[in-house]
């Protein structure tokens, strides 16, 4: 007997990117030239989820009673793993082989990728950190593996399907990145070094109307892609 | 009682002030002393457990003469981001200073680190959920600032940039967090000087909005804004910032290897 391994967890800090679609920043192109932004963003936009709100596939996440609805974040996050030498990933799943493909040789530090839904209460403005917007308790779903990059492939050829309750309602198509996993890797690496179980995120795509997917208490989110375990979580009301 | 966490002899330790000396708690040299100037000094923090990486809160403009100079009017909620721990670094360390920039300056922080899990905590029993205090000097490059989710990550969540220390300060022996004075030295000269009375949100209402809506964990951090006076300073400056009753921390600019 091999019982499955409890879910994916990240050990470090888990970096979100905002505006990392094309479609998007095109749509944010003329109120990024208008104050408060009076430029478009030069260096990634990046924010953190915090550890309370992580949230293991599988587990019910609780919306407070003053929040009617939350927007869908769906995206993959890049797993910074341990020098080559040392012990790989602890739960990285090591049936595979060691990373030996091109994907994997664009990313050095990364040993593997994880699905995740970045929940927030909706906001129109980029403007200030999106602390309570973000770090409620239980905002940030993720995936049950952390996939090998040898398995996964080119992150940057990815496809992710949304489906609330069983409804297809986004496919995010990550061709059309703004940075592509490598580059977004280096940029953000070229200031803050990210370090062994730090989680980077490589954001989450709008709708055609420049909307997010939301969603509502009682509504079953899933995230899939091809080679990954759906990332399964439950929207459930606040209890007295 | 005020506690470190330093390097000595090959390995980390905890230890507690005692007479002008580290007292080492580490079982194979309990009791020993050593100066504080023969150790390496780490920030004050225990680590956290698997999966639950430190929560850092951070405030921007939290004193009204802070705001005023950097010409905002004072927010009217706590104005908060998030840093990385790897972004910490100890007493004695050194922050790099990135080559071509204009303006990086210190902030002067009383920090408040959680003691007990606090998940929607009233005002009034803020104060029980602290496990101590501590000082630290959250950098900022304003070269790098950007309007987006302001002030973003390349401002305020560099490498180096956020020493923290020496001492984590019992909260016991802070009767009064609100009550106590700041000031910051460059070089030996007061640039900063400061009172934590004039925050604009003070401390148990921080921790009551913050866990309002989101659960804080022993080890967390909030770190709780600084006051006016900040200035530019350059490789080797040598940077100390202190509050009263908790510690000076001291810090060192250089220079970056580029």
Redesign the interface.
């Known amino acids: 007997m091999n019982p499955s391994p409890p879910p994916f ?7 979100g990117t ?2 990392n679609f094309r479609h998007e920043l095109a749509l944010w192109a003329a109120r990024a030239a208008e104050p ?4 478009p ?3 990634p ?4 989820k ?5 949230s293991p596939h599988g587990a019910a996440i609780m919306l ?1 009673t003053s929040v009617p609805e939350v927007e869908i974040g769906a995206s993959i996050g890049l797993v910074i793993g341990f020098s080559e030498g040392f012990e790989s990933f602890p739960s990285a799943d090591r049936s595979q082989p060691a990373m030996n493909n091109e994907a994997a040789a664009t990313l050095p530090g990364v040993v593997g990728c994880v699905l995740l839904n970045d929940l927030s209460i909706p906001h129109d403005s ?7 917007f973000k ?3 239980g905002f940030l779903g993720i995936g049950p593996r952390c996939v090998p990059l040898a398995q996964a492939g080119n992150v940057n050829t990815l496809k992710l399907e949304v489906h609330v309750n069983g409804a297809l309602c986004q496919t995010v198509d990550f061709h059309t990145l703004v940075r592509d996993a490598a580059t977004l890797l280096a940029d953000v690496n070229a ?5 062994p ?2 989680v980077l995120m490589l954001g989450s795509d709008c709708l055609p109307d420049g909307t997010r997917p939301r969603a509502r208490v009682g509504d079953r989110i899933e995230i899939s892609a091809p080679g990954f375990e759906p990332l399964v979580n439950t929207l459930v009301g606040e209890t007295a | 009682m005020k506690r470190a966490r330093i390097a000595w002899a090959g390995a980390i330790h905890d230890a507690v002030e005692s007479d002008g000396h580290l007292e080492l708690l580490t079982p194979a040299f309990r009791g020993r002393r050593l100066s504080l100037d023969e150790v390496v000094w780490l920030p004050p923090l225990a680590p ?1 457990p ?6 850092i ?1 951070a405030l921007g403009l939290n004193y009204a003469d802070h705001a005023k100079e950097l010409a905002f009017k004072a927010p009217e909620e706590p ?9 910490l670094t100890g007493h004695r360390a050194l922050t790099v200073r990135p080559a071509g920039v204009a303006y990086m300056h210190y902030e002067c922080e009383l920090a408040v680190v959680i003691g007990k899990t606090a ?1 929607k905590v009233q005002k009034a029993d803020a104060y029980d959920f602290i496990a101590g205090y501590t000082v630290a000097n959250d950098y900022a490059i304003r070269d ?1 600032l ?9 401002v305020k ?3 180096t940039c956020t020493p923290i220390g020496p001492w984590l300060v019992d909260a016991a022996d802070i009767p009064d967090p609100m009550n106590l004075a700041l000031q910051t030295t460059v070089n030996g000269k007061v640039t900063q000087s400061g009172h934590t009375r004039d925050m604009i949100f003070d401390v148990p209402f921080l921790i009551e909005y913050f866990s309002s ?5 022993p080890g967390d951090l909030i770190l709780t804004g600084t006051p006016d006076g900040v200035v530019d300073c350059q490789p080797g400056d040598v940077v100390v910032t202190e509050i009263e009753g908790i510690g000076a921390l001291e810090n060192t600019l250089a220079r970056s290897p580029e």
Do not use: S
């Not at chain 1, 980029?126 to 309570?132: E, L, T």
């Not at chain 1, 200031?191 to 370090?195: D, S, V």
């Not at chain 2, 809506?213 to 964990?217: G, S």
């Open positions: 967890l990240p050990d470090g800090t888990v970096y905002l505006l408060p932004y009076k430029a963003p030069q260096a936009v990046l924010f953190i915090t550890a309370n709100t992580f407070p980029y403007y200030r950190p999106p602390v309570k770090c409620l308790d200031f803050m070094t990210l370090q179980g730090d | 956290t698997p999966h639950r990486p430190r929560t809160l104005l908060v981001f998030v840093k990385g721990e790897a972004t998940k790098y950007e309007n987006w989710y302001r002030p973003n990550l390349r969540n560099r490498d809506f989101m659960t804080l964990q």
